[in-house]
């Protein structure tokens, strides 16, 4: 049996990927970020988190909430909202969030990477890593958007997160890695 955060992530995963489609089908991709990222913002706000599980003044806010975002919402984005709020999933909003954007990386063939160092990178090392990068995968064909993180405490090296992936090749790690090997 499903635990519930593995129920969530499934249905998460499904709204995430009926929304990409749709968005790719009207050329939209940007426009369903936005409305995404503005709903989780709002559902996170904790005065209005607090109404929205109200089981009471549930369906109210619910309509005020559509009634305050008509400027913003096309009749599918609306159409979205009103099923997230029937079937009472406003609390995985975050999730729905992650996979489209996860959905959509995939789709535009682009990669981001996060790169954490000790200090900033120079372009021509940003360029250096991203070919790197381009020459492991098997598809050439993607794009890389690299994320430069500085970060004094990992000492030197660097740290890669794609996706959820993460390459530690800080000297911090490899001190950890050392201390451990010489307690055991």
Not at 26 to 39: R, T, V
Not at 43 to 49: A, D, E, K, P, Q
Not at 67 to 94: A, G, M, Y
Not at 146 to 158: A, E, F, M, Q, Y
């Amino acid at each position: 049996m499903k635990s519930k955060n593995q129920y969530h992530c499934l249905v998460a995963k499904k709204y995430a990927q009926v929304i990409i489609d749709i968005a790719i089908e009207n050329n939209m991709i940007s426009y369903w970020q936005n409305i995404l990222e503005f709903l989780v913002k709002l559902v996170n706000t904790n005065s209005i988190y607090k109404l929205i599980i109200h089981p009471i003044l549930y369906n109210q806010i619910i309509d005020i909430i559509i009634s305050v975002c008509t400027n913003i919402l096309n009749s599918q984005s609306k159409s979205f909202l009103l099923l997230i709020s029937k079937n009472k999933r406003f609390d995985i909003l975050p999730s729905i969030l992650f996979y489209f954007k996860y959905l959509k990386n995939k789709n535009l063939k682009s990669i981001i990477v996060n790169v954490i160092s000790t200090k900033k990178l120079s372009i021509q090392q940003k360029s250096n890593l991203s070919n790197k990068i381009l020459s492991i995968l098997s598809d050439k064909t993607y794009k890389i958007k690299l994320n430069n993180i500085t970060d004094s405490s990992i000492i030197g090296g660097i740290i890669l997160r794609i996706n959820n992936t993460i390459f530690d090749g800080s000297i911090l790690n490899h001190l950890n890695q050392l201390k451990n090997f010489l307690k055991n």
